[in-house]
């Protein structure tokens, strides 16, 4: 049979087997184990397990050693139980036994552990894994309670506890808290019962350790309040705040720079916002709404009133009505409309007391600065409105209602019960003072007239001021109709005059014919020509054999009015087309005589015929020499015949031949004198040119002449100017070399000089050196042997005393 041998080194140790009672034992050594065949090697030869100092290890199953089964030497094990083992002997695992988180069987490092040192104000956080005994040290615990421990110091770990975590320090500095929350219901440190979820500050300066049923919502940083910000406070819930002051939840308010210079809000307090001081200058007023009150509460719906210089934090509840302002500066020609919204009494400028009700207007006057009551409320900034010679507003006062017109020159303000009026004209009159008294087509002669009327000034842009007071230049000899339609009568003005509309007066607007043929309403316009002016038109005529013709005739007009007789006035405007009114008369009287005559006979005498037509004959039988038109005054003083076009295309044809004939021989005629004429100045040109000719080349050869002797003049004295130069230029050159060399030589010896007396000074220098040092040196012998010699001497004074005693025999006591 064979047998093995194990030799066991001392501190390691065997787990045998024995077959046959399926016990293992444990063999330490040293020790030559042999096996005999019904033992079998189960583990080792393994290290004993060292637990240095400072360390523990965890040992698993363990046996009870204190309760062996067979006479001390076989032991059960406690599958399931824990057990630390501290710093001591080194000693075996018995089997069964294991280290949990070793590395191997041989190495043990991964297993052994320091043991935790807590450092002051630290903490170890422990929880129970069975139901804890209470011991002279540690009270009773339950599974699964928690509790800490406090350093500083070194736990001992326990096979019934288990390690957390580590628990280290708050550090709480002055203007911070930390904020905790309850993780269930405990008593805290202080002393104060924590219900579940509950939270709350922990403001004491220093190291805070957090308990075990507390948690860490977070670090709270103070809030610097200084005597610019606030702190716009809410709470959350019914409490007595940091000042002893009791609050309701919602309630709001502030905390300032004179309650504390650093605020940390508490778990029942809510920061809203930070709110910065407010600052009103000398000038600067605000309105505050729902201002607080004395007992600390905004009055809802009040408005209050701040003037600066001042300084203030708007409250929970208040807020500007139109923020900051700045107060309103009134200049010697500016006023306020001011109105009253509620019922108060007021100061005038000049002092007295007023009371006014709502709905009451007045005006302040500047120069001042005014800053409004809380009472009033619309408030209108006026400005006196400078008015030229010829310009004007319109005023409407809003408690009678009655429109006037102010003019200048003067500078008007408008009183409190007055407003400016808009006066509104309408579509076309506007157009037609854009244009200066008349629109129309722009081939009416007419237009032309109305350019030198036009006001710029009554227009900005496109569009008229309607406060404005209407004006318009009514140009020479012209009038203007303007109507009233209040007091429903009507004036006349006669240029050249400025034409100023009251508030209800208006322009009466002439519709007009125009054109050639006259065309109804071509022209709008509120000026009337008096003339002396001229009318053309084109009258359609048919003579009493039938030939129908087209004449085109010019009549001048004139209007003859007694000014300063309203009936003599009235009646220019009583035909409204004055010219649609004259060419239909003229027309008339003209169709009526040529239709008595025939063609042959009118084309002879048109002029006579035409113009007795129309100015009719006298008793004598003479032509009048005008015709006078009742009913508007006007005056035809002439008339003329511009042309005679047969309407018929035959009678056009001949009477187009007969005047191309007539214009031919004309032509030809003309032609002719005009060659002969050119032939005689082209000969009389040809002469002037020869003769031009022949006097600019003479003058050409003088000045060739001249051009050759100044070149010769030039040519001598540029030979003489460069040999003279030439010559000059040596000579000079010769004596700057002269110069130089003097000059050089001059140089050379005061540097010689220079040099010679830098080498002298230098050797003077070193020969007075050499000396004063032989002089020092000397100095310091004899000094030296002075010294030596006064120490011998003394050395010699005091030697001779001590000598002598020694020779007497004292030495020895």
């Not at 406690?78 to 069964?96: N, Q």
């Not at 009493?544 to 007009?557: E, F, T, Y």
Request: hydrophobic content about 35%; overall charge negative.
């Amino acid at each position: 049979m064979s047998r093995k041998i194990i030799g066991i080194l001392p501190n390691y140790y065997v787990h045998v087997l024995d077959l046959n009672t399926n016990i293992t034992t444990v063999e330490i050594g040293p020790q030559n184990l042999v096996l005999q065949d019904n033992h079998s090697l189960e583990a080792g030869p393994l290290p004993f397990v060292t637990i240095p100092p400072g360390h523990y290890c965890r040992v698993e199953h363990p046996i009870d050693i204190n309760k062996p089964i067979v006479d001390g030497k076989l032991y059960e094990l406690r599958f399931g139980h824990r057990e630390i083992r501290l710093h001591g002997d080194p000693f075996p695992l018995f089997p069964g036994e294991r280290l949990p988180e070793s590395g191997s069987a041989t190495d043990y490092s991964r297993a052994i552990k320091r043991l935790p040192t807590i450092k002051a104000d630290h903490g170890i956080h422990l929880s129970a894994l069975v139901d804890m005994e209470e011991t002279d040290t540690a009270p009773a615990r339950k599974a699964g309670d928690e509790w800490q421990l406090r350093g500083p110091l070194t736990y001992l770990p326990k096979p019934e506890e288990q390690v957390v975590k580590m628990v280290s320090p708050i550090i709480i500095t002055p203007g911070h808290a930390v904020r905790l929350r309850a993780r269930q219901a405990f008593t805290d440190a202080k002393g104060i019962y924590r219900c579940t979820g509950e939270e709350w500050l922990v403001r004491d300066i220093g190291a805070y350790l957090p308990d075990v049923y507390e948690e860490v919502v977070e670090e709270v940083d103070a809030y610097t309040l200084t005597p610019n910000n606030a702190l716009h406070i809410r709470a959350n819930c019914n409490f007595t705040d940091q000042f002893g002051r009791g609050r309701r939840i919602g309630e709001e308010w502030l905390v300032k720079y004179d309650d504390t210079e650093s605020y940390i809000p508490d778990v029942t307090e809510e920061v809203v916002n930070e709110v910065q001081l407010t600052v009103l200058s000398h000038h600067q007023y605000c309105v505050v709404v729902n201002p607080l009150g004395d007992d600390g509460r905004p009055r809802l719906g009040c408005r209050e009133l701040r003037k600066g210089p001042k300084t203030f934090f708007l409250h929970p509840g208040e807020k500007f009505e139109r923020g900051i302002q700045d107060a309103i500066i009134l200049e010697s020609d500016e006023a306020l409309l001011v109105t009253a919204q509620e019922e108060f009494d007021d100061i005038t400028e000049d002092g007295s007391k007023v009371h006014r009700t709502p709905g009451d207007r007045w005006m302040i006057h500047g120069p001042t600065d005014y800053i409004p009551r809380t009472e009033i409320g619309n408030i209108q900034r006026r400005k006196a409105t400078p008015l030229n010679e010829n310009e004007g507003i319109y005023v409407r006062n809003v408690q009678s209602g009655q429109v006037r017109a102010i003019l200048g020159p003067q500078s008007y303000l408008l009183q409190a019960a007055e407003e400016l009026y808009e006066k509104e004209l309408t579509p076309l009159a506007e157009e037609i003072l854009k244009e200066g008294g008349g629109v129309g087509d722009a081939s009416i002669r007419k237009i032309a007239y109305f350019d030198g009327a036009k006001d710029p000034s009554l227009f900005k842009g496109n569009k008229r001021d309607k406060t404005r007071v209407v004006t318009y230049r009514c140009p020479s000899n012209c009038a203007v109709q303007v109507y009233n339609y209040i007091e429903k009568t009507a004036r006349v003005v006669f240029g050249p005059d400025l034409v100023v509309l009251d508030p209800h007066e208006n322009f009466n607007v002439l519709s007009l014919s125009a054109g050639k043929p006259k065309k109804e309403n071509a022209l709008k316009t509120i000026c009337l020509m008096l003339g002396p002016d001229f009318i053309s038109d084109h009258i359609t005529v048919e003579a009493s054999d039938h030939a129908r013709l087209k004449i085109a005739v010019s009549m001048n007009n004139e209007f003859r009015v007694e000014r300063g007789n309203p009936e003599s006035e009235a009646m220019l405007f009583s035909v409204p087309d004055f010219i649609g009114f004259a060419c239909r008369e003229v027309a008339s009287k003209v169709r009526g005589k040529v239709a008595s005559i025939p063609f042959e006979q009118f084309h002879k005498h048109s002029a006579d015929i035409i113009t007795a037509a129309v100015f009719g004959k006298n008793a004598d039988g003479e032509v009048n020499k005008e015709v006078i038109f009742t009913a508007n005054n006007l005056v035809i003083t002439n008339i003329y015949i511009q042309s005679i076009e047969p309407i018929d295309h035959h009678m056009r044809d001949s009477l187009s031949k007969s005047v191309q004939m007539a214009i031919e021989i004309s032509t030809k005629s003309i032609e002719r004198s005009a060659q002969h004429e050119a032939q005689r100045t082209e000969q009389k040109a040809k002469g002037e040119l020869e003769r031009q000719k022949l006097q600019n080349e003479k003058e050409a050869e003088e000045a060739r002449k001249e051009l050759l002797e100044l070149q010769a003049v030039a040519a001598a004295v540029e030979s003489s100017g460069q040999a003279k130069a030439e010559a000059q230029a040596q000579a000079e050159r010769l004596l700057i070399e002269g110069q130089s060399a003097i000059e050089l030589a001059k140089l050379k010896a005061e540097a010689t000089r220079i040099e010679m007396e830098a080498e002298l000074t230098c050797q003077t220098k070193m020969q007075e050196a050499e000396v004063q040092f032989l002089r020092e040196q000397n100095e310091l012998q004899i000094k030296r042997a002075k010294d030596l010699s006064k120490i011998e001497v003394s050395y010699t004074l005091f030697t001779l005393p001590f000598r002598t005693v020694l020779e007497f025999g004292f030495g020895e006591e």
